[in-house]
């Protein structure tokens, strides 16, 4: 168990460029989320996987992102058309539906700055 | 919608002194509450959690009790260290084993311990 990685920790794009972030989850947990952090709030969640499995997104999640799981494991969130205001701190967590605790395990986030 | 509103920051106090931060919750039913850490340039950290009412979390000399009444979970440490400067989030998600348990934060509060 080596914990939740995200990669890039780091991206700098610039305004109409489309980028794409993984984040591996801790083996075997079954459910994903996405969060954004933008500077100075809480992590505001994005959207969550069950398995392979969309099961919400929040209003937050404009056209322009996509998110997906396609074997279960590994997740990719893609921004398509990135504006300044996408400028955030993607965060990506994991659980294991089912057992007792619900606690989510948090990666170290990927910094997205638009210029 | 449900919400978490904490004590705005940043908290600086002296080692060894007294520490709470505020923190009160509007939720449906009845919500199982957390308190995640943020260090400099580290990822978000569980630091306790309570999934009942009366319930109290406890861990590295922090607590926090669900109190249903007040609506609150109010976090405590009798005698901070220069290591606790961080940035906390009070949050909430739905019921133990919920379907849909995503985690709402607060603003987070940045807290200074001065040596």
């Known amino acids: 168990d080596t914990g939740v990685s995200q990669d890039p920790r780091h991206k700098i794009t610039k305004r109409g460029q489309n980028v794409t972030f993984r984040c591996d989850p801790i083996s075997e947990h079954n459910r994903l989320y996405w969060y954004r952090q933008t500077l100075g709030q809480g992590p505001e969640f994005l959207t969550y996987f069950q398995n392979e499995a969309q099961l919400e997104k929040s209003r937050l999640l404009s056209d322009r992102f996509s998110a997906e799981r396609p074997k279960g494991s590994f997740s990719t969130l893609e921004i398509q058309r990135t504006e300044q205001g996408d400028s955030a701190m993607y965060l990506c967590a994991s659980t294991q539906l089912g057992q007792i605790t619900d606690t989510q395990y948090f990666g170290p986030g990927t910094r997205l700055t638009v210029l | 919608g449900d919400s978490v509103t904490q004590m705005e920051g940043p908290v600086t106090l002296s080692e060894e002194a007294f520490l709470t931060i505020n923190c009160t919750y509007t939720a449906t039913g009845y919500p199982s509450l957390f308190w995640y850490v943020q260090y400099p340039g580290e990822g978000l950290q569980l630091l306790l959690k309570?999934?009942?009412?009366?319930d109290k979390g406890s861990n590295k000399g922090f607590e926090a009790t669900y109190r249903k009444e007040t609506t609150s979970f109010h976090l405590e440490k009798g005698s901070v260290q220069v290591s606790d400067s961080a940035v906390y989030f009070c949050a909430l998600s739905g019921p133990l084993m919920n379907r849909d348990d995503k985690i709402i934060f607060g603003k987070g509060t940045r807290l200074h311990i001065l040596p």
């Open positions: 309570a999934t009942k009412a009366d």
